[in-house]
């Protein structure tokens, strides 16, 4: 009997103790979500405490995640978020502010080797309200293209401005090639390509007063040139998100593209790649203003209705220290820290030539605009953005009502 | 015990009272809930309340064109697929009764696409759609020609959509006319033979006349599950491109779950429901008449 009783308190204790120190975790599928993963299973090791994954599409982990928090059923204790989704979980108070944790480890917030435009996304307001995530995946646009290409077609020196660029991809498509290949599925994947397009044509989305200016003469002459892209891109872009215009570049098809450094990981693999040690990384060029990426980290925050608060800042705390973000790096992610970026043991290998351009990408780089409703505004603005490229509607049209649509929005 | 139940001619209802509030609340609740947000702007902040708006998202039914989309998108899906699917499944059904009746192999394998779960049919077609990786793509990349873009292509996007649903569902019509022929009373063919009836006049007066119930039913059955299309899309397009084949339910689904604009969602699944309702009275009507 006393045996019994002894084994139900000692099992009783173990189902305790894994349903407190559980954390269940939602990440996207693909390398970001797969690092994580990987970390975690370090950290079980280390601790003892259990973290559950649910990996799920780009798209589903933000509608499970909203789902959750609408609905305050704490399914989920992070949530690796894209960032421009941070306002939406953020102002909505679905994320747990992270200033008392810090408090309680005597410390302001988190330490200054993160690049500063990767902390200020983890700000509520952006980069002056407090932190309510850490930077995980150090995601920056850049410009990949094929150097002896774009060399043969006439650019030898780092691509600066569009107008050169295009003039080198019309020779490559005229030689058979792709010259660029243009990543256009409606909502959130057309508007991430056209973002460092239309700010490097001046363009902006909003007035001061929050009004859409998607239509200014700057909106149509960044669409022009963005459908000049389309046509030196192979057909189909109005439905092609990452996979697809990555695999035009692994195979060799396309010679450039403006794409996530997470991609440079594939390009370098030679089991996936034909273009190995042929690709360079640079900047955005300019056109009438001078090229910025999009910035688009991945980010770790805890859920205001989650349980395990404290569990959930812990692991985070210890997956975004120095020793895990070079981990992570080793194994694709993009970094956030400066340390890591100048790293002699990471920025020695071929495969991470392209980290001082990615740090000078995040340092310059344009965060999308900071909106609860930018899921919806991107949805919307992606829509018209895919029809002009699948030549359904005009460029004006799509601007035009575009615009009228994001104004209905933001009213 | 029988003269306690003839005491109160009421009992046997109070008896199933219990059922009916379950069944009420199993179906009818959910509904008016949606009813209820429907006349308000549904707040995903936690500090602020819902916002009482009327009339509005209902009067949004009137102007919104991403709604008059996926509407049209979703009445040209229903329609076409439909139809194809109908004349085929009629078709087989009539060549499998007259010709190979009894080599139930030919069903059995005629059958396979229904069996199958819609979701894990569509990522089935989205490997065999894909530019690079299907095999008839990677056929078409070997002889040097450009991969064919069934699923990003504003002119084949739609068409491949009903191609596959045309593929899964045509079998559930085949097995329904199938067993309509089959029923089919003897006498009136022969009858009709000793006249001197040709095929296609047995056909046109007797097969087609006496398969209108079966008919009715399995059009009632086929168009308000292709009205909520969904799961294809969901795998194999996301609405696209350029929103030629947001559809009905996968549009709702996009304002619910993406925009939690709840109260329009709400306003729209509502539309939905008014649409297959009056379709069902419809064809139900249809069916009396016949009977």
Request: glycine fraction near 6%; charge should be negative; charged fraction near 15%.
């Given at each position: 009997?006393?045996?019994?009783?002894?084994?139900?308190?000692?099992?009783?204790?173990?189902?305790i103790?894994?349903?407190?120190?559980?954390?269940?975790?939602?990440?996207?599928?693909?390398?970001?979500?797969?690092?994580?993963?990987?970390?975690?299973?370090?950290?079980?090791?280390?601790?003892?405490?259990?973290?559950?994954?649910?990996?799920?599409?780009?798209?589903?982990?933000?509608d499970?995640?909203?789902?959750?928090?609408?609905?305050?059923?704490?399914?989920?204790?992070?949530?690796?978020?894209?960032?421009?989704?941070?306002?939406?979980?953020?102002?909505?108070?679905?994320?747990?502010?992270?200033?008392?944790?810090?408090?309680?480890?005597?410390?302001?917030?988190?330490?200054?080797d993160?690049?500063?435009?990767?902390?200020?996304?983890?700000?509520?307001?952006?980069?002056?309200?407090?932190?309510?995530?850490?930077?995980?995946?150090?995601?920056?646009?850049?410009?990949?293209?094929?150097?002896?290409?774009?060399a043969?077609?006439?650019?030898?020196?780092?691509?600066?401005?569009?107008?050169?660029?295009?003039?080198?991809?019309?020779?490559?498509?005229?030689?058979?090639?792709?010259?660029?290949?243009?990543?256009?599925?409606?909502?959130?994947?057309v508007?991430a390509?056209?973002?460092?397009?239309?700010?490097?044509?001046?363009?902006?989305?909003?007035?001061?007063?929050?009004?859409?200016?998607?239509?200014?003469?700057?909106?149509?002459?960044?669409?022009?040139?963005?459908?000049?892209?389309?046509?030196?891109?192979?057909?189909?872009?109005?439905?092609?998100?990452?996979?697809?215009?990555?695999?035009?570049?692994?195979?060799?098809m396309?010679?450039?593209?403006?794409?996530?450094?997470?991609w440079?990981?594939?390009?370098?693999d030679?089991?996936?790649?034909?273009?190995?040690?042929?690709?360079?990384?640079?900047?955005?060029?300019?056109?009438?203003?001078?090229?910025?990426?999009?910035?688009?980290?991945?980010?770790?925050?805890?859920?205001?209705?989650?349980?395990?608060?404290?569990?959930?800042?812990?692991?985070?705390?210890?997956?975004?220290?120095?020793e895990?973000?070079?981990?992570?790096?080793?194994?694709?992610?993009?970094?956030?820290?400066?340390?890591?970026?100048?790293?002699?043991?990471?920025?020695?290998?071929?495969?991470?030539?392209?980290?001082?351009?990615?740090?000078?990408?995040?340092?310059?780089?344009?965060?999308?605009?900071?909106?609860?409703?930018?899921?919806?505004?991107?949805?919307?603005?992606?829509?018209?953005?895919?029809?002009a490229?699948?030549?359904?509607?005009?460029?004006?049209?799509?601007?035009?009502?575009?615009?009228a649509?994001?104004?209905?929005?933001?009213? | 015990?029988?003269?306690?139940?003839?005491?109160?001619?009421?009992?046997?209802f109070?008896?199933?009272?219990?059922?009916?509030?379950?069944?009420?609340l199993l179906?009818?609740?959910?509904?008016?809930?949606?009813?209820?947000?429907?006349?308000?702007?549904?707040?995903?902040?936690?500090d602020?309340?819902?916002?009482?708006?009327?009339?509005?998202?209902?009067?949004?039914?009137?102007?919104?064109?991403?709604?008059?989309?996926?509407?049209?998108?979703?009445?040209?899906?229903?329609?076409?697929?439909?139809?194809?699917?109908?004349?085929?499944?009629?078709?087989?059904?009539?060549?499998?009764?007259?010709?190979?009746?009894?080599?139930?192999?030919?069903?059995?394998?005629?059958?396979?696409?229904?069996?199958?779960?819609?979701i894990?049919?569509?990522?089935?077609?989205?490997f065999?759609y894909?530019?690079?990786?299907?095999?008839?793509?990677?056929?078409?990349?070997?002889?040097?020609?450009?991969?064919?873009?069934?699923?990003?292509?504003?002119?084949?996007?739609?068409?491949?959509?009903?191609?596959?649903?045309?593929?899964?569902?045509?079998?559930?019509?085949?097995?329904?006319?199938?067993?309509?022929?089959?029923?089919?009373?003897?006498?009136?063919?022969?009858?009709?033979?000793?006249?001197?009836?040709?095929?296609?006049?047995?056909?046109?007066?007797?097969?087609?006349?006496?398969?209108?119930?079966?008919?009715?039913?399995?059009?009632?059955?086929?168009?308000?599950?292709?009205?909520?299309?969904?799961?294809?899309v969901?795998?194999?397009?996301?609405?696209?491109?350029?929103?030629?084949?947001?559809?009905?339910?996968?549009?709702?689904?996009?304002?619910?779950?993406?925009?939690?604009?709840?109260?329009?969602?709400?306003?729209?699944?509502?539309?939905?429901?008014?649409?297959?309702?009056?379709?069902?009275?419809?064809?139900?009507?249809?069916?009396?008449?016949?009977?």
């Open positions: 009997m006393k045996l019994i009783k002894f084994l139900s308190c000692v099992l009783s204790l173990v189902f103790s894994s349903y407190v120190y559980a954390i269940t975790v939602i990440v996207p599928n693909g390398g970001e979500g797969d690092g994580l993963r990987a970390a975690a299973k370090d950290y079980t090791a280390l601790t003892g405490v259990e973290v559950e994954f649910v990996q799920a599409p780009y798209e589903q982990v933000f499970k995640a909203a789902n959750a928090a609408n609905t305050k059923s704490g399914s989920y204790d992070i949530v690796l978020m894209d960032d421009p989704w941070i306002p939406f979980f953020a102002e909505n108070g679905h994320l747990a502010e992270m200033g008392p944790y810090f408090d309680a480890l005597g410390v302001d917030g988190p330490d200054n993160f690049l500063g435009k990767s902390m200020a996304i983890c700000r509520n307001p952006y980069n002056s309200g407090p932190y309510v995530c850490i930077p995980y995946v150090g995601n920056a646009q850049m410009f990949f293209y094929n150097t002896a290409a774009f043969e077609a006439g650019l030898d020196g780092p691509p600066a401005d569009w107008d050169s660029v295009h003039a080198a991809m019309q020779k490559i498509s005229a030689s058979g090639s792709f010259g660029y290949v243009l990543r256009a599925q409606e909502g959130n994947p508007v390509q056209y973002m460092p397009i239309f700010w490097s044509f001046c363009g902006k989305l909003f007035d001061e007063n929050r009004n859409a200016t998607v239509n200014s003469p700057e909106g149509m002459k960044a669409l022009e040139f963005f459908l000049k892209l389309r046509d030196v891109s192979p057909p189909g872009a109005a439905s092609m998100n990452q996979e697809e215009t990555g695999q035009y570049i692994l195979q060799g396309a010679k450039s593209t403006i794409n996530w450094p997470n440079v990981t594939n390009f370098e030679p089991s996936q790649s034909n273009v190995v040690g042929e690709m360079t990384y640079a900047a955005i060029p300019s056109g009438d203003c001078a090229g910025s990426s999009e910035i688009g980290h991945w980010a770790l925050g805890i859920a205001s209705a989650s349980k395990n608060q404290q569990a959930a800042f812990d692991f985070i705390h210890w997956a975004s220290s120095k895990q973000i070079d981990i992570s790096a080793g194994r694709g992610n993009p970094p956030v820290r400066f340390s890591t970026f100048t790293n002699p043991e990471l920025t020695s290998q071929a495969k991470f030539r392209h980290f001082p351009v990615l740090m000078e990408a995040i340092n310059y780089s344009t965060p999308r605009p900071r909106h609860p409703k930018w899921p919806e505004l991107e949805q919307v603005f992606g829509v018209y953005l895919s029809k490229v699948a030549g359904v509607m005009s460029p004006k049209e799509a601007l035009d009502k575009a615009n649509e994001l104004d209905k929005i933001l009213k | 015990m029988f003269s306690v139940f003839s005491a109160d001619k009421y009992l046997r109070y008896l199933i009272i219990p059922a009916i509030v379950l069944l009420l179906t009818l609740f959910p509904i008016v809930y949606i009813l209820y947000f429907s006349f308000f702007e549904y707040s995903s902040n936690v602020v309340p819902h916002q009482f708006i009327g009339l509005e998202n209902f009067k949004r039914l009137f102007v919104d064109e991403a709604f008059h989309n996926a509407l049209k998108n979703t009445i040209f899906f229903t329609v076409v697929a439909v139809s194809i699917e109908f004349a085929l499944g009629l078709g087989f059904a009539l060549l499998v009764m007259n010709f190979i009746e009894k080599v139930s192999i030919i069903k059995t394998i005629l059958l396979i696409p229904m069996m199958i779960a819609p894990a049919v569509a990522i089935t077609w989205k065999l894909a530019p690079f990786v299907s095999p008839f793509n990677h056929l078409m990349m070997k002889l040097g020609q450009a991969p064919i873009l069934f699923t990003s292509d504003v002119k084949l996007a739609m068409p491949s959509i009903i191609f596959v649903d045309i593929w899964q569902w045509t079998p559930f019509i085949f097995l329904m006319m199938l067993a309509g022929l089959a029923s089919l009373p003897k006498e009136p063919y022969e009858a009709a033979q000793i006249d001197g009836a040709s095929a296609w006049q047995q056909f046109r007066d007797l097969t087609w006349k006496f398969l209108q119930p079966v008919i009715i039913i399995t059009l009632l059955l086929r168009i308000m599950d292709a009205f909520r299309l969904f799961d294809q969901f795998i194999l397009t996301r609405g696209g491109p350029a929103s030629v084949t947001d559809t009905l339910s996968f549009h709702i689904y996009k304002v619910a779950f993406r925009f939690w604009d709840i109260g329009w969602a709400a306003a729209m699944s509502l539309f939905m429901l008014a649409v297959t309702l009056t379709i069902s009275i419809w064809f139900v009507g249809k069916l009396n008449v016949e009977k």
